[in-house]
């Protein structure tokens, strides 16, 4: 397998994200769970996408993992590694966008990186350097909310120098108006000043394109599902990959089907008020679980007579406030990852009372839960909303399985309900 792309998601629902996006710009693709094993019958694909979950991890340990992964990748032929990571920019001033793209920079030598989270699907758009979600900057938008990485500043030129041993540099939306040839040049300009970083500018699909092209020619990127349509497009239009048909739904898999949510974001805490008209809802307690094992055990005891009748769905999910409160009495990390644990535990639970149909909200929860249930990998099916495909899991202890991955912010009111719709 001579791969035409690699790729390194920060986290498992971006990875999901990125390889629907390269699906469906018709390349082959498969995400694996970490570095996969070898002997992971992997299909002949164009792109891997290896997931980590490094987004909100230690700074040293993202940095080893990733360069583990591009070393992998590059070994398979990828002339050129996407670092994937998330359209909001989730990250802390400590890491770990800088620390991973120093690194990787360091390691294939690269001059200047391009980097961007713009995702116009998504609403994610970049405007001198500033991040805009939907209509409002960054700062503004939710994510300055969010549980573990309150975003509090839009210009990511400022916040990729705050975690970033180089000087950043930016590419401006005049300048991608103007083409490749401005961008290149742009590029080697900054790279000539020794700035090893240019965040570029985006607003629509078109500019990605753009960027697309230019990116493809250098050995490293950083951005979010929009670099990723960016580069297969280019590595299609190139003629470097034959574009393949779009991706399948597959055979039914069947079984119970059922909804975990741990993701706080409004988009989330929204669908599932709207799940809470079609199915059993059932809210955990975060005290509880911070307390002990009874309150997984009281999701699953929930759960079980409930399944045979149709999904249900279980949520940690909190308001703000709520979860502001959890944090300052047991501290962010120790809360998110009891929580993530509980989660975990609750998948695992369900799989073994015949669950084959897993949808799950949030990124770390995500996380938690895929590696509880030692799934190596996924094939990418249908798309169910913007960012977030079906996914067959491949090589999974409990056999065939369907999930969906949402990320936090992703997908439409009636999530739950679409998602059910399209997993058989
Ligand atoms: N009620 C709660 N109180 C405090 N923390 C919570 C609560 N419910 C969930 N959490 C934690 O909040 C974090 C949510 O992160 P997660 O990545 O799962 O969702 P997200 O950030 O909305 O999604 P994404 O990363 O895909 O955008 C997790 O660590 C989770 O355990
Ligand atoms: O890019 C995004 O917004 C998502 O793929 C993601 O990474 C959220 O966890």
Known sequence: MTLALGCIADDYTGASDLANTL?????????????PADDLALPEVDAVVVSLKSRS?????????????????????????????????????????????????????????????????????????NLFVGAVPLNESPLKDHPLNPMHDS??????????RTQVGLVD???????????????AELAAKGIGAAIVDAVFDRDLETIGLVAAEHRLSVGASGMGLGLARALVSTGRVKPAPSSETGAAVGGLAACLAGSCSQATLQQIANAER?????????????????????????????????????????????????QARHGRDA????????????????????????IVA?????????????????????EIAAGVPVLRAVGAEAGEMLLALKSGNFGGAEFFSDALRLMC
């Open 57 to 129: 991890i230690e700074a040293g340990l993202a940095v080893s993992r990733s360069r583990a992964a591009d070393k992998w990748l590059r070994g398979r032929g990828a002339g050129h590694v996407l670092f994937k990571i998330c359209s909001t920019f989730d990250s802390t001033d400590a890491g770990n966008i800088g620390p991973v793209m120093d690194a990787l920079r360091a390691d294939c030598g690269e001059g200047a990186v391009l980097v961007t989270p713009a995702f116009p699907e998504t609403g994610r758009t970049v405007y001198q350097g």
């Open 362 to 382: 949030g990124g770390e929860t995500s996380g938690a839960v895929v590696d509880r249930l030692k799934i190596p990998g996924f094939l990418v099916g249908v």
């Open 278 to 326: 079609i199915m059993p809802v059932l809210h955990l307690d975060p005290e509880r679980i911070v307390a002990g094992a009874a309150e997984a055990q009281r999701a699953l005891d929930w759960a079980r007579p409930r399944l045979a009748e149709g999904p249900v769905l279980i949520a940690s999910s909190a308001t703000p406030d709520a979860v502001a409160a959890v």
């Open 23 to 35: 699906t469906r710009a018709g390349l082959r693709t498969v995400q694996t769970i970490g570095i």
């Open 173 to 187: 939306l005049a300048t991608v108006t103007r083409g490749a040839d401005a961008v290149r040049a742009r590029l």
């Open 155 to 164: 210009n990511l030129v400022r916040v990729l120098a705050r975690q970033s």
């Open 335 to 358: 809360a998110g990852h009891a929580i993530e644990q509980a989660m975990a535990g609750i998948a695992e639970g369900l799989v073994q009372g015949g669950v084959r149909r897993l």
